[in-house]
């Protein structure tokens, strides 16, 4: 089990952040990495060609590892809207088809496949959780009209899964594809891409990824790697590393995914704080930071029903972050009674959302449940 990594961390200790959901907490590693990469590019002079490729590939291979995949499937994106767009441009839906989305699922994995359906003549299928949890409400849902299912790892609103195995093999079952928004679950709950076989993963690389706001990640199956970008750069071609033949236009693309990479991929700044945020994740192990934060999360879910709240049942929660319930509706106010207190957390749908991190202590959540247990 890890043991305290608030050292690691850039976190007042005054401040009880339970908010990673929102925002990832800020390691000293990717501040000194940010801070080496500005002061790189103030002298242009000393930016060698070299830059715009070596880190990229090596941020490839850190993302692929924490994900269990090949980093020829990964592709740098700017943000989830980007990678689901690929997606939608990529797959077929078709007239009388269907897409599978979770009700009150974030929007930028929503709107592409609103457009496509419209587009192409099929329908968005929207899965309202059942007292069972997601998966055997998705599973209802996919049927042979289905053409993808488009879900996350855990509701972003509140941590609530979806055993994306399951719904994997049944989407599979009826040719459907799996498109998987991991924004809220990539790094802090285990996704093996090779066994739960997505057409398409992407995550935002700030929150639980613990590095830059602009750089996001996406995992392509080898089967969608031949497909159409959604930009036509200048570094997804074949010999882009060779400066001085640009000139030479051509049609082939770099091999795997960097086809749909984003222009300006190279973001030096960016890059150099992923980098060093996924290589202290890949440290730590994926799976030691799930078990970790179980054990945080526990605490407060239990602390909470202890104080008159409500959560979901344990073998519906995700191990990273819960959300928390008032039968009749959240207390006014109650964001700003905690952030009064010196507590981060948000508040999304009718939950309070609650997302420790590495640095949270028993201290922090002792003092957020002192808050809610005054807040009913």
């Not at 007042?12 to 990673?20: E, G």
């Not at 689901?84 to 930028?108: C, H, I, M, W, Y």
């Not at 509706?329 to 609650?354: E, H, M, N, Q, W």
Request: glycine share 10%.
């Amino acid at each position: 089990m890890l043991g305290d990594q608030s050292h690691l961390f850039d976190v007042p200790h005054d401040i009880s952040y339970l908010n990673s959901a929102y925002f990832g907490p800020r390691l000293h590693s990717v501040n000194e990495a940010g801070t080496a990469a500005l002061d790189l590019t103030a002298r242009p002079w000393d930016v060698g060609s070299d830059l715009f490729f070596e880190p990229i590939e090596r941020l490839r291979v850190s993302v692929a590892a924490a994900l269990n995949g090949d980093a020829e499937g990964v592709a740098l994106i700017p943000g989830i809207s980007y990678g689901a767009g690929t997606a939608a441009k990529n797959l077929s839906v078709g007239l009388g088809r269907t897409v599978v989305t979770l009700d009150e699922q974030f929007p930028s994995n929503l709107y592409p496949w609103r457009t496509k359906v419209a587009s192409e003549g099929g329908a968005v299928v929207t899965v309202h959780r059942s007292p069972d949890g997601w998966t055997s409400a998705v599973l209802d849902a996919i049927d042979d009209r289905t053409a993808v299912v488009s879900v996350p790892n855990c509701h972003w609103t509140d941590g609530t899964i979806v055993d994306l195995a399951a719904v994997g093999e049944a989407a599979r079952a009826v040719g459907a594809a799996l498109c998987i928004d991991a924004s809220q679950s990539f790094t802090a709950m285990p996704l093996d891409v090779e066994t739960v076989r997505p057409d398409f993963v992407y995550s935002v690389g700030y929150k639980w990824q613990l590095g830059f706001y602009g750089l996001a990640y996406m995992w392509v199956a080898e089967q969608h790697r031949s497909g159409a970008p959604l930009e036509e750069g200048w570094i997804g071609r074949k010999g882009s590393a060779d400066f001085a033949g640009l000139v030479d236009y051509t049609d082939v693309y770099e091999d795997g995914s960097r086809r749909f990479d984003m222009g300006e991929r190279s973001n030096f700044i960016g890059v150099a704080m992923s980098n060093a945020a996924m290589e202290q994740i890949n440290e730590w192990g994926v799976d030691n930071v799930s078990d970790a934060l179980r054990v945080k999360t526990d605490a407060l879910a239990e602390g909470a029903l202890d104080a008159g709240w409500i959560t979901g049942p344990v073998d519906q929660r995700a191990p990273h972050m819960i959300g928390l319930r008032q039968p009749d509706g959240l207390p006014d106010g109650i964001a700003d009674t905690f952030k009064a207190s010196g507590i981060s957390v948000s508040v999304r749908g009718d939950s309070v959302r609650v997302a420790p991190h590495l640095h949270t202590t028993d201290r922090d959540i002792e003092r957020f449940l002192k808050v809610l247990r005054a807040s009913r």
